[in-house]
């Protein structure tokens, strides 16, 4: 079991980012893979998840995220995709205070949460959330540049997190017409205007 990566940035995609470690590049599934930047040094939070299929890596920027996918992940009807795109939107202090206080409309927001998904949430967390909203350990990381275009790099992770191509094409205009930003402020722009409808 992996604690966490210590090492270089080597490849960052809308889904994922590589990090080499020792000569090893391990692909990590990351809510927030424009967060980071090829070339940079970094430490990735990480839970292995094994299935049928396979091993897949997942990975934060801290402990703290960490654990809330691992809670996340343990709701009925939710899984690690679906945990990644909940947590994409970054204002996890936010999501927090929305299960302690039983919002199932908020929640409804992201992609692939329906009402009986979200009062699932719920139920299964409240009561378990309070220390992240009162201790506020949830902090937003600087938005870092990209080295690929980052409104369609944006475009494309918005896409990777489940939101359908319809939805991607009605916020697009609007992305355009902000000036110009890393690709991982575009998606939290992006998020933001995709979870007003």
């Known amino acids: 079991m992996y604690e966490y990566f210590e090492g270089t940035i080597t490849v960052v995609n809308p889904a994922y980012v590589v990090i080499e470690v020792a000569g090893i590049g391990y692909r990590i599934l990351t809510p927030t893979p424009y967060a980071y930047k090829e070339g940079d040094k970094a430490r990735i939070y990480v839970e292995q998840v094994v299935r049928e299929n396979g091993m897949t890596l997942y990975g934060f920027k801290s402990q703290q995220d960490k654990v809330l996918f691992n809670k996340l992940n343990e709701v009925s009807g939710i899984g690690p995709k679906s945990a990644l795109a909940i947590m994409a939107a970054e204002d996890n202090g936010a999501l927090a205070s929305a299960i302690e206080s039983g919002e199932v409309s908020y929640l409804t927001r992201f992609p692939g949460i329906g009402k009986k ?39 494309l992770a918005l896409g990777a997190l489940g939101y359908s191509q319809k939805e991607v094409d009605r916020i697009k205009p609007k992305l355009k017409k ?20």
């Open 178 to 197: 902000l000036p110009e930003m890393s690709a991982d402020e575009y998606i939290k722009q992006g998020l933001g205007f995709l979870l007003k409808k």
């Open 117 to 155: 998904t979200a009062s699932q949430i719920v139920l299964d967390l409240r009561g378990k959330m309070g220390n992240y909203v009162a201790e506020n350990l949830f902090t937003e990381d600087e938005p870092v540049e990209s080295v690929f275009p980052a409104l369609e790099d944006a475009l």
